[in-house]
């Protein structure tokens, strides 16, 4: 699924893997048991079990965080600018908004380190029923565990906002407004106007369909039409 990842702030910040010795790694997890520098034994462990990220890679990214967001969160506001550093020409505000949503997942306003982690590891090499759970969690606006098309119409439109207006231009004719685009995907999910789509049949529906994967993320608008030719060949 296409989305600007936590891995733009990797980029951002300057790939420092290679410049963090083991010896570093050792004193960044064995630090103490203060909440700004603590990577504590048992969050290490849920993190190794729960992401692709080895014990020396999360002791690099945790040195790497605390260096960014010394305060150990990343606040809303922090998030956006990442996003917006990447779409000069386009408004990525309320995309990255609804995105910080999903990953806040105790809604406190801040992404902590492991809300970090998860969000790295989904963004960039998560399992397919990982990503789509995400997805319907981006989609669930109102975080009531359905998805109506008001909701699927609201995300579309942060979609739209960061395609440039003359890009918006190269998109095919029955999906190159927000409400034509939303319509599309609900009309896939053979959904009535008031209907709701539950994370059972999100997820479903995407794996079945890979129309809705397309229609529901980023991606650039000569990408999306060279695989309508592609699909037409």
Request: glycine content about 6%; proline content about 3%; overall charge negative.
């Amino acid at each position: 699924m296409t989305i600007i990842s936590f891995g733009t702030l990797r980029a951002s910040q300057g790939d420092i893997r290679g410049r963090v010795n083991s010896n570093e790694r050792r004193r960044v997890c064995r630090m103490g048991n203060t909440k700004s520098s603590a990577l504590s034994k048992e969050l290490l462990e849920e993190l190794k079990s729960n992401t692709k990220y080895s014990e020396s890679e999360l002791c690099t990214w945790y040195q790497s965080f605390l260096k960014e967001c010394p305060g150990g969160k990343i606040s809303k506001q922090q998030f956006e600018g990442i996003y917006a550093s990447f779409f000069p020409n386009a408004d990525p505000t309320d995309y990255a908004r609804h995105v910080f949503r999903s990953f806040d997942t105790n809604a406190d306003g801040t992404l902590d380190f492991k809300e970090y982690i998860v969000a790295l590891h989904l963004t960039s090499g998560g399992k397919t029923l990982q990503k789509l759970e995400w997805a319907f969690a981006l989609y669930d606006v109102d975080g009531n565990g359905t998805i109506s098309k008001n909701e699927i119409l609201e995300i579309v439109r942060s979609i739209f906002n960061m395609i440039p207006d003359n890009d918006q231009k190269n998109l095919p004719e029955d999906e190159n407004t927000p409400e034509k685009r939303a319509e599309k995907v609900w009309e896939f999910f053979g959904k009535k106007e008031n209907d709701k789509v539950s994370e059972g049949e999100f997820i479903q529906g995407v794996m079945d369909n890979n129309d809705i994967l397309r229609l529901i993320q980023y991606d650039e608008p000569q990408k999306i039409k060279d695989k309508l030719k592609e699909k037409k060949q």
